[in-house]
């Protein structure tokens, strides 16, 4: 459901992207060279952070739940996977420095996020069942936390 207009300011671009590129660089990540391309990213972000009231990935369909879309919220749980394995991740917003320093061409990348019916379960092992004190927003909430540091790509 939108929430109010989704159209983004240059300004507002210009600040997230500033965001976004500060906090790159203290993780050891690279944002993509491409200004322009990262500037329509960075305003899909903001439109989804308009839409749903977070910032969804702009290259995957989100579902305007919170809970179910956090594996999506960027910077994605796939991100350092994708740029290790593909040298970007899914959007191509963060690339490896082998990217970066043109030593690596980027191919397309393939989706790493499984299906929803995978999804609904992923977010807990397999070793205990879920409680009515013990929710599956509760298993997200702790896969959320356990997110290490960036891999220094
Ligand atoms: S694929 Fe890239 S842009 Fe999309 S959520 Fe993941 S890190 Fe962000």
Redesign the pocket.
């Known amino acids: 459901m939108e929430r109010e207009n989704p159209e983004p300011s240059p300004e507002e671009i210009d600040r997230l992207y500033s965001h976004l590129e500060k906090e790159a660089k203290q993780g050891g990540y690279n944002l993509n060279p491409d200004g322009e391309f990262v500037r329509g990213?960075v305003k899909g972000?903001l439109v989804n952070e308009r839409r749903y009231g977070y910032q969804a990935?702009?290259?995957?369909l989100a579902a305007d739940d919170k809970i179910a879309d956090l594996d999506?919220?960027?910077?994605?749980y796939?991100?350092d996977a994708?740029v290790t394995e593909f040298g970007a991740?899914?959007?191509?917003?963060?690339v490896s420095k082998a990217v970066l320093k043109g030593e690596q061409k980027l191919g397309s990348i393939p989706e790493r996020r499984p299906p929803q019916d995978v999804r609904q379960n992923y977010s807990c092992s397999q070793s205990h069942s879920h409680s009515q004190s013990h929710s599956q927003s509760h298993c997200h909430q702790r896969r959320l936390q356990s997110r290490g540091p960036g891999p220094g790509l």
């Open positions: 990213l972000l990935c702009p290259c995957r999506i919220i960027c910077p994605c796939f991100r994708d991740c899914y959007c191509a917003l963060y």
